[in-house]
């Protein structure tokens, strides 16, 4: 969800990340799943998998661009998850090591489930020092995917009639910058045009300089305050971490309680979530994996297992697990905690400039798969559903240093879909090679894309950092 990346003299990869990042709609890739009827079996090294032999046959659904349907994939095709057999378990576990190998990556919980079987592993190390071994069970940063609870108690909200998507966010914050033209949808959307208080380079150098800062809601979105918008409320898509402060602020204003407690009434335990966290502090609930970054003032990997998340807050400081995403990633596509009318209009889905990717309120379709992305300092996580197969799919990592450009989640996702589902295949593209920069005029040019990142993309320069050159100056952190 969250971060913070300075340039480094591998081919400006803090830009790349950072924009990677920005597409955090990837954020883990966490539960998939198939289908069958067969007898259940168990792969070595302890990962557990049933599988039975009948696909799943879901129906077609046509194509969503521009129409903004709920019911169609961006991909406008869909296709059937494939039978979870050992043969494809074996598939899985080999493509799964071979982007780990590629990545670097210390460790990954996947998770995949359907109607029909479920495959389950966690591989590699939780804790580098120590040699823990990554398990299923372990708590996990979720970065951008905290967006989804935001979004999901701001609707819970619109159905208790005490907000409206279309009521001017003055009508619940003082102080925002052209916020009576400013709809609580456009937030929702990522199309309210304001600069993303994560992608201001002092914000940037007062987080890097020291991770455990304390940051209040209101310092954050001043960081963002600062420049004039990026454009007109509702011309266009651009992932901001400022839109989900701001949503944060209207739960409180509306609901009447903090958002943490908030969402703890109202989705965490509505939605049967018992392992999923809003942290007021640092603190980490055990058992969890450590997390390794390489966003420091240096370019060096560093554990930020216990990095203050308040600079995140209702755009990314989410604790949970595998068991609790994997439900989770059903309840956010099919709405079981909305109003019919109220999920529909979440899932009214707009391009954002990427292909493939659309972004409705506060989740995006990718390539027919549904949910969002997430990635912070030490950890990226994928957490979908695939209605048309109800399969969902959970991704977890124990870092968020990219791989040439792009974010592991994303590799990983796209690896395990290319196998359980390959009609319907998650892809975001990588970063920028370009820095994405905030001009003088304090307008940023952030890449338009879907992020489970707090993707704050903009650096100190308006020009890329050359490949081979060294910077010491942040380029951006991201949820």
Same mark, same amino acid.
């Given at each position: 969800?969250?971060?913070?990346?300075?340039?480094?003299?591998?081919?400006?990869?803090s830009?790349?990340?950072?924009?990677?990042?920005?597409?955090?709609?990837?954020g883990l890739?966490?539960?998939?799943?198939?289908?069958?009827?067969?007898?259940?079996?168990?792969?070595?090294?302890?990962?557990?998998?049933?599988?039975?032999?009948?696909?799943?046959?879901?129906?077609?659904?046509?194509?969503?661009?521009?129409?903004g349907?709920?019911?169609?994939?961006?991909?406008?095709s869909?296709?059937?998850?494939?039978?979870?057999?050992?043969?494809?378990?074996?598939?899985?576990?080999?493509?799964?090591?071979?982007?780990?190998?590629?990545?670097?990556?210390?460790?990954?919980?996947?998770?995949?489930?359907?109607?029909?079987?479920?495959?389950?592993?966690?591989?590699g190390?939780?804790?580098?020092?120590?040699?823990?071994?990554?398990?299923?069970?372990l708590?996990?940063?979720?970065g951008?995917?905290?967006?989804?609870?935001?979004?999901?108690?701001?609707?819970?909200?619109?159905?208790?009639?005490?907000?409206?998507?279309?009521?001017?966010?003055?009508?619940?914050?003082?102080?925002?910058?052209?916020?009576?033209?400013?709809?609580?949808?456009?937030?929702?959307?990522?199309?309210?045009?304001?600069?993303?208080?994560?992608?201001?380079?002092?914000?940037?150098?007062?987080?890097?300089s020291?991770?455990?800062?304390?940051?209040?809601?209101?310092?954050?979105?001043?960081?963002?305050?600062?420049?004039?918008?990026?454009?007109?409320?509702g011309?266009?898509?651009?992932?901001?971490n400022?839109?989900?402060?701001?949503?944060?602020?209207?739960?409180?204003?509306?609901?009447?309680?903090?958002?943490?407690?908030?969402?703890?009434?109202q989705?965490?335990?509505?939605?049967g979530?018992?392992?999923t966290?809003?942290?007021?502090?640092?603190?980490?609930p055990?058992?969890?994996?450590?997390?390794?970054?390489?966003?420091?003032?240096?370019?060096?990997?560093?554990?930020?297992t216990?990095?203050?998340?308040?600079?995140?807050?209702?755009?990314?400081?989410?604790?949970?697990d595998?068991?609790?995403?994997?439900?989770?990633?059903?309840?956010?596509?099919t709405?079981?905690?909305?109003?019919?009318?109220?999920?529909?209009?979440?899932?009214?889905?707009?391009?954002?400039?990427?292909?493939?990717?659309?972004?409705?309120?506060?989740?995006?379709?990718?390539?027919?798969?549904?949910?969002?992305?997430?990635?912070?300092?030490?950890?990226?996580?994928?957490?979908?559903?695939?209605?048309?197969?109800?399969?969902?799919?959970?991704?977890?990592?124990?870092?968020?240093?990219?791989?040439?450009?792009?974010?592991?989640s994303?590799?990983?996702?796209q690896?395990?879909?290319?196998?359980?589902?390959?009609?319907?295949?998650?892809?975001?593209p990588?970063?920028?090679t +370009? #820095? $994405?920069s !905030? *001009?003088? /005029?304090? =307008?940023?040019?952030p890449?338009? &894309?879907? %992020?489970g @990142? +707090? #993707? $704050?993309? !903009? *650096?100190? /320069?308006? =020009?890329?950092?050359?490949p081979? &050159?060294? %910077?010491? @100056?942040?380029?951006?952190?991201?949820?």
């Amino acid at each position: 969800m969250t971060k913070i990346r300075r340039p480094h003299p591998a081919a400006s990869r803090s830009t790349r990340r950072a924009a990677c990042a920005a597409l955090a709609l990837t954020g883990l890739l966490a539960s998939a799943a198939c289908s069958g009827g067969s007898t259940p079996a168990r792969p070595a090294d302890g990962a557990a998998l049933t599988a039975e032999p009948a696909a799943l046959s879901p129906s077609a659904s046509g194509s969503a661009a521009g129409s903004g349907s709920p019911s169609s994939p961006a991909s406008g095709s869909a296709g059937t998850v494939v039978p979870l057999t050992p043969d494809i378990a074996n598939q899985l576990d080999a493509a799964i090591k071979q982007v780990m190998g590629r990545t670097s990556t210390p460790g990954v919980i996947v998770g995949i489930t359907t109607p029909g079987g479920s495959y389950q592993r966690a591989f590699g190390q939780a804790d580098k020092v120590a040699g823990t071994p990554m398990s299923p069970d372990l708590n996990t940063r979720i970065g951008s995917v905290t967006k989804t609870f935001t979004a999901t108690g701001v609707l819970r909200l619109v159905d208790q009639g005490k907000v409206g998507l279309d009521d001017p966010v003055s009508k619940y914050v003082d102080g925002v910058p052209g916020g009576d033209g400013i709809t609580i949808r456009q937030l929702a959307g990522m199309r309210s045009g304001l600069f993303p208080y994560s992608s201001d380079p002092d914000f940037v150098n007062a987080l890097i300089s020291d991770p455990n800062r304390v940051f209040t809601p209101d310092q954050l979105l001043a960081y963002g305050y600062k420049h004039p918008a990026n454009f007109p409320p509702g011309s266009k898509f651009e992932y901001s971490n400022s839109n989900y402060i701001l949503l944060g602020k209207v739960i409180e204003k509306a609901g009447g309680e903090p958002v943490g407690q908030f969402l703890k009434d109202q989705v965490f335990t509505q939605a049967g979530l018992n392992g999923t966290v809003f942290p007021t502090d640092a603190s980490f609930p055990d058992p969890h994996a450590h997390g390794y970054t390489d966003q420091t003032p240096n370019g060096e990997t560093t554990d930020a297992t216990d990095w203050n998340p308040s600079w995140a807050w209702s755009a990314g400081a989410v604790i949970s697990d595998l068991t609790d995403l994997q439900n989770w990633a059903k309840t956010l596509a099919t709405g079981s905690l909305l109003n019919p009318a109220t999920q529909g209009q979440r899932l009214k889905t707009l391009p954002t400039g990427d292909p493939g990717v659309r972004y409705g309120l506060g989740l995006f379709d990718n390539n027919g798969w549904i949910g969002h992305n997430g990635s912070l300092p030490g950890y990226e996580t994928v957490a979908v559903y695939l209605p048309q197969s109800q399969a969902a799919l959970v991704v977890l990592l124990n870092t968020d240093v990219t791989y040439q450009g792009s974010e592991p989640s994303s590799l990983f996702a796209q690896a395990i879909t290319q196998i359980v589902s390959p009609k319907n295949v998650y892809s975001l593209p990588p970063m920028n090679t +370009a #820095s $994405p920069s !905030a *001009s003088s /005029s304090g =307008s940023a040019s952030p890449s338009a &894309s879907p %992020s489970g @990142s +707090a #993707s $704050p993309s !903009a *650096s100190p /320069s308006s =020009s890329p950092t050359a490949p081979g &050159s060294a %910077s010491n @100056s942040p380029t951006s952190v991201n949820v």
